[in-house]
């Protein structure tokens, strides 16, 4: 996942991701065999399309690169907790850019050389132009993983069979105006999520047992390498460290759904006079069968 290549696909799945199913992101980092993603949802289904046409397209490069057919990449679903308070999504923001790092991968987020926003972030740039690399143009690979040679000729060729080519936006401050914080100063805001950073990277550091693996092993690692998930966490309603804030948006949450079930009920039974409730994604009814009257043909 660390190679030139990669990143290239990478992007341009972001972009164009972007491009059709327009998100707010504030940051993101790819991982292994996941990512993390900090974004200010208007509306929760154009999240759950982005993050759908993240995964496909990616999938089908993946198998493409490793000369596979309709093999499961992703896990089913993804978690999208909402975020209640500002220190809750400092946190989760210090959080994104500094899982490598926690996962032994980097020294520091910086020397991760996997994709994330981080550059953009440190560098104030809130724009990237990625070629759209479609999925007929990825080949399958000599070799699951690549010399720094072959990375560069295998991008370059990439980039060149590209036709199309979208820009990705980073709003790495839009999550302040969430909470009535759009008028603070962002550098120092910068300044504060930078502080953060470091420290527990620091925190990690003392805490490290084993050193962390070089960028170029991890460019150097193949596409196919095994790995087995030894953290869990479970689902939760929101985060928030703010105990009675948490209670009362889980019981608003509850009520939504019984709320919902009670306008499905009404669905069922024909009346669809009643909307279904803002916030909750109504389910989806089968397609009204066709009612033209098909004939029978026998052979004679």
């Known amino acids: 996942m660390c190679t030139l290549y990669m990143a290239l696909i990478i992007k341009g799945v972001l972009a164009r991701s972007q491009t ?7 940051a993101f980092v790819f991982m292994g065999n996941h990512l993390h993603l900090l974004a200010v949802v208007s509306d929760p289904e154009l999240l759950v399309r982005f993050v759908d046409h993240v995964k496909t397209e990616l999938a089908h490069a993946v198998n493409r690169l490793l000369g596979r057919k ?5 896990c089913e679903g993804f978690d999208a907790e909402p975020i209640l308070t500002r220190e809750n999504a400092l946190d989760k923001l210090v959080y994104v850019y500094t899982n490598p790092q926690e996962a032994h991968l980097a020294d520091a987020i910086e020397k991760y050389p996997g994709v994330s926003s ?4 440190s560098k104030d740039a809130t724009s990237f132009s990625a070629p759209w690399i479609q999925r007929m143009q990825i080949e399958r690979l000599l070799h699951t993983s690549v010399t ?7 991008t370059e060729e990439l980039r060149k069979g590209a036709k199309l080519e979208h820009t990705f936006t980073l709003s790495p401050y839009a999550w302040m105006n969430c909470f009535a914080e759009g008028s603070r100063d962002v550098t120092e805001v910068k300044a504060e999520v930078i502080q953060a950073v470091r420290e527990r990277e620091e925190q990690y550091r003392k805490e490290r047992k084993k050193p962390c693996i070089s960028a170029e092993s991890l460019r150097s690692q193949p596409l196919d390498l095994k790995y087995t ?15 009675e804030l948490r209670k009362a948006f889980i ?17 069922r039974a024909g009346d669809r006079s009643v909307p279904y409730p803002v916030g909750l994604f109504p389910p989806s009814f ?8 098909k004939l029978a043909f026998q052979s004679i």
């Open 251 to 267: 019981a608003w949450a509850k009520s939504l759904i019984v709320k919902g079930r009670e306008v499905l009920k009404r669905w």
């Open 20 to 26: 059709l199913f327009p998100v707010t992101v504030c």
């Open 286 to 293: 089968p397609k009204l069968a066709n009612l033209v009257p």
């Open 118 to 121: 981080w550059e953009m972030f």
């Open 229 to 243: 998930p030894t953290k869990f966490s479970k689902r939760m309603w929101c985060i928030c460290h703010d105990v």
């Open 70 to 74: 309709r093999h499961t990449v992703w």
């Open 148 to 154: 720094v040679s072959e990375d560069i000729r295998l």
